[in-house]
């Protein structure tokens, strides 16, 4: 058995797509160690440096000292703190709706909403470059899948209207992230509830990107958009632009309800650590005080690609602080990373499988903390490169 585990593992190394991860011992705002020498960190989805704000870890600090670190049961059984439900219902109030739901991750969230509302009756709509767990989570209903090109809305049309004369027991679900992980454009909304409405679809939608950072409140860029009401189901995590853990479904009472009643992983596992919850309540008020820290990240973002565009990057209509640098064959990709950490940057080679053969690129992510000087000095790097 061993023997088939090493040969799968040598023809990754040939194809130089083994991975393994690099060990961060100390963190310094936007510089992390890795192996005894300091980096500025490009890859992080901390994208208001909240991870690092002392609020939060005294939040974490003082809800540990009270509750302990681990939840100690699932939460149905007696793993729900005040801290979760008061985390919830704040949840609920910055989205404007009746209640929240909490996951231990923004993947379980995807895995926990998707599995418990569409079934194997059920026909799904999905981009193909939504995120593995919209992907995994799709696959795991057995309903029938539809795949659509990225952001190509009359393809979608197209589909949706090859299976409009299929009887109407069955349910249609549009999934898509909202902000795209590796590209960090952002989904068509508009013309997917459009859509969504003339094929009696229900639309989901992954605000793990969108959350904290689009929107006149950071509600994501359904808010961004104005689009929040015409949207069946919103997903969004607290572990990128929140800087702590843990997915949610905000929603209607009884969409929460039959979730949180239903939904196996949400039953069947262990709740969030308490001091996580505190963390991430905190978060959210500072989402409210501190405006000008998006108002930060969107001036770097800003900066960083307008000079990454007069250096002729092709950045793939990124909308986001995600901004993917092309450059196509795997092995480039991965020595131009190499030259970059060698200069004292870390932005990591994103290869397949996490994208398709022949879109390898360097995947950079800005956050508020980055400085002119750290940014100009990557750009320097870069146009050697
Ligand atoms: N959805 C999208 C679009 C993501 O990019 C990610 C994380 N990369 C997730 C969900 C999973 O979120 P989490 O890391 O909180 O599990």
Known sequence: MLNFFKSGLAELNREGLLR???????????????DGKWLVSFCSNDYLGLAQHPALKRAMIEATKKFGT????????????????ELEQKIAKFKHVDDALLFTSGY?????????????????????????????????????????????MAHLESLLKRVSRIPHR?????????????????????????????????????????????????RGWCEELGLEKKIAVIIGTAS?????????VAGPQALIDYIRNKSRPFIFTTALPPGTCAATITALKILRQEP??????????????SRLEEMEFNLRGSVSSIIPIMIGDTKQTVVISQMLWNKGFYVPAIRPPTVPQGQSRLRLTITAMHTREQMDGLLRELSKA
């Open 108 to 152: 379980a969230t995807n895995l926990g909403v998707i599995t418990t509302l569409i079934n194997r009756n059920d026909i799904i709509f999905c981009d193909e470059l939504n995120h593995a767990s919209l992907v995994d989570s799709a696959r795991l209903t057995k309903a029938q899948l539809h795949i659509y090109r990225h952001r190509d």
């Open 240 to 248: 990128k632009a929140l800087g702590s853990l843990g997915g949610f």
């Open 170 to 218: 069955a349910s249609r679900y549009i999934i898509s992230d909202a902000i795209f992980s590796m590209d960090g454009d952002g989904a068509p909304l508009k013309e997917m509830v459009r859509l969504a409405k003339k094929y009696r679809a229900y639309t989901l939608v992954d605000e793990a990107h969108g959350t904290g950072v689009f929107g006149k409140t950071g």
């Open 292 to 305: 000008n820290l998006r108002k930060r990240l969107w001036a770097n973002t800003d900066y960083i690609k």
């Open 20 to 34: 393994k991860p690099r060990v961060i011992s100390a963190i310094d705002g936007t510089r992390v160690k890795i």
């Open 70 to 85: 681990g939840a100690g049961a699932a939460r149905l059984l007696s793993g729900t703190t005040a801290l979760h439900q």
